[in-house]
């Protein structure tokens, strides 16, 4: 079967000709349906600029929006190639990579990767999961939930059905109960047996104090029943672990408010991981808050020729469980343009938030809502030592630390970690609250991600000594630490002209 539907190029098979080898491999990469990639431990042959024929080849398929598969040997990553190991990342955060033992593993992952493949493109016969009929009674459908859903749709998306005698003819107009048997999709949205279709068919949520997921959380929930259920139990859960800010009572007794994450965004992110999952897989949709962030994962990974960074932008909507995002588009949970993604990041943009992330992590699909501006990427970006890092970690999760606090946690001597505090206020990342440097000073997360240009403006610069004199305070400083009990080794300086 895969004999006729695909030829296989490998550049190690072609004879010798006129052009450069990477004119030949790049031009294959580029115009391929499907570029597989198998990553070891040697990272190979680099070219002027470092990069290896592989990673080129990958980046052109990027490039050309190609089909990629990546299969990784299962082995410890001490034994790669430092390159090997950054390349490996890279993929992972684009495509679902693979690993595998031997030949007969590699053999089997590639053959269940290419059916896939064939049946995205239709040419293998499989319905979608949502469409698929099940064996279950019809008593599992709640006859009033159908009877609300058809009201909503009509409301918000204009829909007319035909007046029907009962909850089984409305769902036949919806696609939904097909030759007296109903569709997964049916369980899974107007009952409360979804996982009677779907093993993994919950939402797991998760809170934790700090950055990391280090037991034990403060709160854990998993939400079961339909998929709307699912959905607004998880949204519930985030907004009500997410800070609050109180705007000013200007027009009346009401005063706005308004949470650290839209709750547009929180929203979006959600029910697109309930609705685009993977239904197949037994893993449940993941929902962490943390100090710094939320991350919503799902099984599953982005449709075939759509990469991470066009979520950026205007793109097609690829639904992988078409009967489910046709009932939550009617609903009003969803729409069907493609504008979610890019509505979270106008959302994230207007509070003053950095742009959601989006990446593949392993079998998981997962986006990370930024609670503050304080983010990793910003941090690494900041040439921070180890006890500034450790330092602003302790004050995401607690929301300030003072002198002793980070003495405590580095190690640090006193003056060191006065140096080290100041560091992070002239940065902008900290502010000073509660009195000066000493006593009684504390530390907190500046409100705001700092203008480099601003603070460079606002640091004033120290007037530079004259060669040979010292002002008047480094000297008696200079003869208290020189002389025994403040004894005169070094003169007093003399009053600056």
């Given at each position: 079967m895969?004999?006729?539907?695909?030829?296989?190029?490998?550049?190690?098979?072609?004879?010798?000709?006129?052009?450069?080898?990477?004119?030949?491999?790049?031009?294959?990469?580029g115009d391929c349906d499907v570029y597989v990639a198998l990553l070891g431990i040697a990272y190979g042959f680099e070219d002027d600029e470092g990069v290896?024929?592989?990673?080129?080849?990958?980046?052109?398929?990027?490039?050309?929006?190609?089909?990629?598969?990546?299969?990784?040997?299962?082995?410890?990553?001490?034994?790669?190639?430092?390159?090997?190991?950054?390349?490996?990342?890279?993929?992972?955060?684009?495509?679902?990579?693979?690993?595998?033992?031997?030949?007969?593993?590699?053999?089997?992952?590639?053959?269940?990767?290419?059916?896939?493949?064939?049946?995205?493109?239709?040419?293998?016969?499989?319905?979608?999961?949502?469409?698929?009929?099940?064996?279950?009674?019809?008593?599992?459908?709640?006859?009033?939930?159908?009877?609300?859903f058809a009201k909503l749709a009509a409301s918000k998306r204009q829909l007319r059905l035909k007046k029907t005698g009962g909850a089984k003819e409305t769902l036949a107009q919806l696609d939904l109960f097909d030759e007296n048997a109903l569709t997964n999709a049916a369980v899974l949205l107007f009952s409360d047996a979804s996982k009677r279709v779907a093993r993994g068919a919950e939402v797991n949520c998760q809170h934790y104090a700090g950055t990391e997921a280090l037991r034990p959380s403060l709160s854990h929930k998993v939400f079961g029943g339909s998929v709307f259920d699912q959905a607004d139990a998880a949204v519930a859960f985030v907004m009500d672990r997410l800070a609050l800010s109180v705007g000013v009572r200007d027009a009346g007794p009401q005063v706005d408010t308004s949470a650290e994450i839209p709750h547009a965004a929180v929203a979006e992110a959600i029910i697109n991981a309930v609705a685009h999952r993977n239904y197949r897989s037994a893993s449940a949709v993941q929902v962490t808050v943390f100090a710094d962030r939320v991350e919503v994962s799902n099984p599953g990974e982005l449709p075939r020729g759509l990469t991470p960074e066009q979520l950026r932008g205007p793109h097609s909507s690829i639904p992988q469980n078409p009967l489910l995002a046709e009932a939550l588009f009617l609903s009003g949970y969803i729409e069907k343009s493609g504008t979610g993604t890019t509505e979270m990041i106008r959302q994230c943009?207007?509070?003053?938030?950095?742009?959601?992330?989006?990446?593949?992590?392993?079998?998981?699909?997962?986006?990370?809502?930024?609670?503050?501006?304080?983010?990793?990427?910003?941090?690494?970006?900041?040439?921070?030592?180890?006890?500034?890092?450790?330092?602003?970690?302790?004050?995401?999760?607690?929301?300030?630390?003072?002198?002793?606090?980070?003495?405590?946690?580095?190690?640090?001597?006193?003056?060191?970690?006065?140096?080290?505090?100041?560091?992070?206020?002239?940065?902008?990342?900290?502010?000073?609250?509660?009195?000066?440097?000493?006593?009684?000073?504390?530390?907190?997360?500046?409100?705001a991600r700092p203008d480099p240009a601003e603070r460079r403006a606002a640091t004033p610069k120290r007037p530079a000594?004259?060669?040979?004199?010292?002002?008047?305070?480094?000297?008696?400083?200079?003869a208290k630490t020189r002389g025994h009990k403040g004894a005169t080794t070094a003169k007093k300086a003399k009053k600056p002209k």
């Open positions: 895969f004999r006729r539907q695909f030829e296989v190029f490998l550049f190690e098979d072609e004879p010798a000709q006129d052009r450069g080898a990477p004119d030949i491999y790049l031009a294959k990469a290896s024929p592989t990673e080129r080849e990958f980046d052109r398929a990027v490039a050309r929006r190609r089909h990629r598969l990546a299969f990784v040997k299962n082995i410890s990553d001490h034994y790669r190639h430092p390159k090997m190991v950054q390349f490996i990342r890279k993929v992972e955060g684009q495509v679902t990579r693979r690993r595998f033992v031997g030949a007969a593993d590699l053999t089997a992952e590639l053959y269940r990767s290419l059916i896939k493949i064939l049946e995205d493109e239709g040419v293998l016969a499989a319905r979608p999961f949502d469409a698929s009929q099940n064996q279950l009674s019809f008593d599992l459908i709640d006859a009033d939930r159908v009877e609300e943009k207007a509070a003053g938030l950095p742009e959601p992330t989006f990446e593949q992590r392993g079998d998981q699909w997962t986006v990370t809502l930024w609670r503050d501006w304080l983010t990793d990427a910003y941090i690494a970006s900041a040439s921070l030592n180890a006890r500034q890092i450790a330092a602003l970690a302790a004050v995401k999760a607690k929301g300030a630390i003072d002198n002793t606090a980070y003495q405590d946690l580095t190690g640090a001597s006193k003056r060191t970690a006065t140096r080290d505090l100041g560091e992070l206020v002239e940065k902008g990342i900290l502010v000073r609250t509660g009195g000066d440097m000493g006593r009684g000073a504390g530390y907190q997360k500046a409100k000594a004259k060669r040979g004199q010292k002002g008047a305070k480094g000297a008696k400083t200079a």
